[in-house]
């Protein structure tokens, strides 16, 4: 090679390191650009993961401020109602995970609402009877041709068939069974009667409203600290719902109707890789029954010295004994909603006669915002306070909402929503 040739090619490959070069900063600079883009367009759900420690710490720090109730008179049990497992389709859940997660939440009561089947017993080949301190209930949802879903308890081998919905529940209540109407906003058949109440709240229906794009963001980001707490983020009040039951209840003189609220719990929303035998390679599961049965929750009340048994939970429920909350933001265990006058004492669900005023009184685990509604209305309201008095001297249907403004991000939206006590 001559001296010409080998500068010749010593230039060329100068020139190839410098386009190189070149390239290489291009790239380094475009990438850079692109993480900066990346991370500005991840800065509102690094924000939300921080609201959402936030709201752990808040929710932490409550814990210590409990107080006792200081009626003696009664007791509280908790438990979950409308759950589903594998027997009634629609679900991958197994019977030894609903056992666990009820243990794990230390539930005195599950009430399963198993899809019925035409060659199965599904209520009955559910988990029924008390297991390690938990009572379970078989049940059904059943649903008509009318488009009409209810929740028969104890559960039943009876189809709707062709039967009206009115027909039905009046079959079903003949039989002793209680009758809820499940998912009221799709609910047809309003003219029937004879139903024990409405499914007032669903977590399935209301995780329908989750926006797929910011829920995947805030799961990127929080799922792995803060999962069970991404339910506040699409958490509302059952604004609706709750104008329906109202309606309801106060346009008619006689007829009491109760409010349930629903886990619908599935275990089957989730990704999971599997070998042939069923084992589970890798996988993450959004609505496991754990987080389901901690999210929300039915209390009971019974007298202090009645135990909890299958007869005295559906009698409780029958007769609006009962109120619901959201348990993962603190536990409502001690609430009570009761009515007095110079000659008896009432709770959430009963009747009383006006003679001249009615002194309801409401007890909270923890001080509160207190919401008193008549016949739909805010009538009275109550702050930072875990126990109040109303005296109130109409007649009407009285109920009330209990909110924690110490929890910013569900300050507006209720903690525990009673039944109600009929001022008559």
Not at 195 to 214: F, Q
Not at 300 to 324: I, W
Not at 328 to 343: K, V, Y
Request: with cysteine; glycine share 8%.
């Amino acid at each position: 090679m001559d001296v010409d040739e080998c500068l010749r090619t010593s230039s060329e490959a100068e020139r190839d390191e410098v386009k190189k070069r070149g390239c290489l900063r291009r790239f380094g600079f475009l990438f850079l650009l692109l993480s900066l883009l990346f991370l500005l367009t991840q800065a509102p759900f690094i924000l939300r993961r921080y609201q959402l420690a936030s709201l752990r710490d808040s929710i932490e720090a409550l814990k210590p401020q409990r107080a006792a109730n200081p009626d003696e008179d009664y007791r509280d049990y908790k438990g979950v109602i409308h759950v589903h497992s594998m027997l009634g389709g629609h679900s991958t859940g197994n019977l030894e995970d609903i056992f666990k997660a009820a243990r794990a939440n230390e539930l005195d009561f599950v009430v399963m609402t198993e899809h019925s089947e035409r060659f199965t017993n599904t209520s009955e080949a559910t988990i029924r009877g008390t297991h390690d301190g938990t009572l379970f209930v078989g049940g059904n949802e059943l649903s008509n041709g009318h488009g009409d879903r209810l929740l028969v308890i104890p559960g039943t081998n009876d189809s709707t068939g062709t039967t009206s919905t009115a027909e039905y529940i009046e079959r079903q209540k003949a039989s002793g069974k209680l009758v809820f109407i499940a998912y009221p906003h799709e609910f047809q058949s309003w003219s029937a009667g004879g139903y024990d109440g409405l499914e007032i709240y669903n977590i399935y229906t209301n995780a329908k409203r989750i926006n797929a794009p910011l829920m995947f963001f805030d799961g990127l980001w929080s799922y792995g600290s803060y999962a069970d707490l991404l339910f506040a983020r699409f958490y509302e009040r059952p604004a609706e719902n709750l104008k329906r039951w109202d309606k309801l209840t106060s346009s008619n003189d006689t007829r009491r109707i109760n409010a349930i609220a629903g886990n619908d719990a599935h275990a089957n929303i989730g990704v999971a890789l599997r070998t042939d035998s069923g084992d589970q390679v890798f996988g993450f599961q959004l609505d496991p029954y754990e987080r389901m049965f901690r999210i929300l929750r039915n209390h009971v009340v019974l007298e202090k010295n009645q135990p909890l048994t299958q007869d005295s939970l559906l009698e409780a429920l029958r007769a609006g004994h009962s109120y619901f909350s959201f348990d993962l933001f603190s536990d409502a265990t001690g609430f009570l909603f009761t009515a007095e006058d110079t000659d008896e004492k009432r709770i959430m669900g009963d009747e009383l006669k006006l003679d001249g005023e009615v002194r309801l009184k409401v007890y909270t685990p923890l001080r509160s915002h207190i919401k008193l509604f008549r016949n739909g209305e805010v009538a009275r309201q109550a702050h930072a306070t875990a126990a109040h008095e109303f005296v109130v001297r109409e007649r009407g249907v009285y109920r009330v909402e209990i909110y924690l403004p110490q929890l910013e991000m569900i300050k507006d939206k209720p903690w525990i929503v009673s039944n109600p006590i009929y001022v008559r």
